[in-house]
């Protein structure tokens, strides 16, 4: 599980300059939530289902994420909170490849400790 918690750290600092470069405030419980559900969509469907398990092909994955991110989007559309812009498409993008890449080490240094 060191190896976990190493990725998270590794992947905290660019999330610590992606926060400062785009203005973006994590403490907002809108924010929370929305870079919650970039960060569990990455670990859970690319991090385990595609990279480790091999349960989903890539193409599904990606149409999951889609939906995924629209209905945010369109959640977010009728609250009036407009942040659909390049920046946070950017920022995203790393949330969720950030997520990804954390669940593979989960999974795979979990798997291989029990066995």
Do not use: C
């Not at 977010?76 to 954390?102: A, H, K, P, Q």
């Amino acid at each position: 599980m060191k190896i976990l918690l190493i990725s998270l750290i590794i992947g905290l600092i660019p999330f610590y300059f992606l926060n400062i470069a785009f203005h973006i405030n994590i403490y907002d419980i809108e924010m929370f939530l929305h870079i919650l559900i970039r960060f569990f969509a990455g670990f859970l469907i690319l991090g385990i289902w595609v990279w480790y398990w091999n349960k989903l092909k890539v193409k599904y994955a990606i149409v999951i994420i889609i939906i995924l991110f629209l209905t945010d989007i369109v959640f977010d559309y009728f609250r009036n909170v407009n942040n659909f812009n390049f920046e946070m498409l950017i920022y995203d993008f790393y949330t969720m490849i950030w997520g990804s890449i954390s669940g593979f080490v989960f999974i795979k240094f979990r798997n291989k400790k029990s066995q």
